[in-house]
Each structure stands twice: as structure tokens, then as C-alpha cells.
């Protein structure tokens, strides 16, 4: 364990090794549900907790993965710029879709920190969940709340949101490939827009527009529902 614990590319083989394992289950099995981050996650904790390695070995590796983020991030604007046109065509209803995204994920943790008796760092600890987290730590950090929850949940709602974004759009009825691609974009980020460009060009360029507007909108509507409790 020693070796692997002062291995400085220990971090980042057991994350790859973790994720190509979870994406060659969901292609065999072709289930929702093996998603291959979520399986990677799921394979990493039970590997660490197991083999007792101290997290902070395993992060020290696996750190050189996010320094990747920001660029993959980036990178989503390449289907925006072949869409472009679309997007001037439908520019009032596009951002009206993603205040809407944004709003409702406010609200929505608004009432359930009412309902579950939240305290109020708890409270502003959920709130940047459906941005993307380079943005959320940010905001998690300024408001004062738990940045390493702010970050799970991040994670996790981008996860949930690849797993069920098709099941919703199909029995919701929603077949217009722009509200599909703003609705994923703005509730589940990057995690959901890896989905969003499987089900289509034009429903991933719209979710990669709304990575970055509902990041912006976040930025400052988290700090006005902030003051909400």
C-alpha cells in the first residue's frame, strides 16, 4: 500500500481504470443507472475504504484530473458556435428558458430547507448545486457554506441528471430539442450535458449555452436568496 500511497500517478490510474470499467457496463448492459461516473465514484470509495489508503494520497494523483475541467469546460462552446444561428433565431425564448432553470433550482432549495429545517449554512450550501464547479466552490465559498458538500452535491446532481434526463424528457412529452437541451443544461451542468450531446447536436449546444448563463444567473441569484434565511 505504501507504494501506491507515494505514487504520484496512483490517483489519476485508479480514477481512469474506475471509469472505463463503469462505461464498458453501461455499453454492455445499456442501463441508466451504470452510469460510468457514477460507477467510478462507487468503485473508488469502496477500493479506498477497503484498502484503508488515506484520501489525500489518492487526491494528490487524482488532482491533475481537474486541472482539466476548466478546459473541457471550454471546449463545450465548439457544438454552441456550429449552432449559432439557431440560437439567434430563438434568442428571447433561450434565455427565458434558462432564468426559468435557474430560478426553479433556487426555489426549490429554498423550500426544502424550510421543510427540513435547515440551518442557514446548510441552507447556502445547496444552493450553486446545478452549476458547474469551478462556479459552485466559488459561490459555496463566498456565501459561507460547506464547499466540500457543495462539491458532492454538485457531482451528484450532474449524475442524476444524465441518469434520468432521457426518462423525463420522454414521459414529460418534450421532444423540441432546444427546451430539452436548456433543461438538462441548466439543472445538471457539464455531467448532464455529456447526455444532453448523446441525445443530439442541437440539445448539446443548448445545454452547453446554459452551463455558462445559469452559472452567471446563480452567481447573483444565490446571493439574493441567500438573505431568504
Do not use: W
Not at 471509469?19 to 453501461?26: D, V
Request: charged share 10%; net charge neutral.
Amino acid at each position: 500500500m505504501n507504494f501506491f500511497e507515494n505514487s504520484v500517478f496512483f490517483g489519476v490510474t485508479i480514477s481512469l481504470i474506475a471509469y472505463g470499467f463503469g462505461h464498458a457496463l453501461q455499453g454492455k448492459f445499456k442501463l441508466a443507472i451504470l452510469n460510468p461516473l457514477l460507477i467510478s465514484v462507487a468503485s473508488i470509495i469502496a477500493l479506498l475504504a477497503v484498502t484503508h489508503i488515506d484520501y489525500k494520497a489518492y487526491y494528490s494523483g487524482a488532482q491533475y484530473l481537474s486541472y482539466l475541467l476548466t478546459p473541457a469546460t471550454v471546449c463545450l462552446a465548439i457544438p454552441l458556435y456550429e449552432q449559432f444561428e439557431l440560437l439567434k433565431k430563438n434568442l428571447a425564448a433561450v434565455i427565458c428558458g434558462i432564468f426559468s432553470g435557474v430560478f426553479a433550482s433556487l426555489c426549490s432549495i429554498l423550500a426544502m430547507a424550510v421543510f427540513f429545517g435547515l440551518s442557514h449554512k446548510e441552507y447556502i450550501t445547496f444552493l450553486p448545486k446545478s452549476i458547474t464547479t469551478a462556479i459552485g466552490i466559488g459561490v459555496s465559498e463566498e456565501l459561507g457554506g460547506y464547499v466540500t458538500l457543495t462539491v458532492a452535491v454538485i457531482i451528484l446532481t450532474g449524475i442524476l441528471g444524465n441518469i434520468i434526463a432521457p426518462f423525463i424528457c420522454r414521459h414529460f412529452r418534450i421532444t423540441e430539442p432546444i427546451a430539452r437541451g436548456i433543461a438538462i443544461g441548466s439543472a445538471s451542468h457539464a455531467i448532464g450535458t455529456a447526455r444532453a450531446m448523446e441525445m443530439g447536436e442541437i440539445e448539446g449546444a443548448m445545454s452547453s449555452l446554459s452551463i455558462a448563463v445559469s452559472g452567471l444567473i446563480t452567481v447573483i441569484g444565490a446571493s439574493i436568496f441567500a438573505q431568504f434565511m
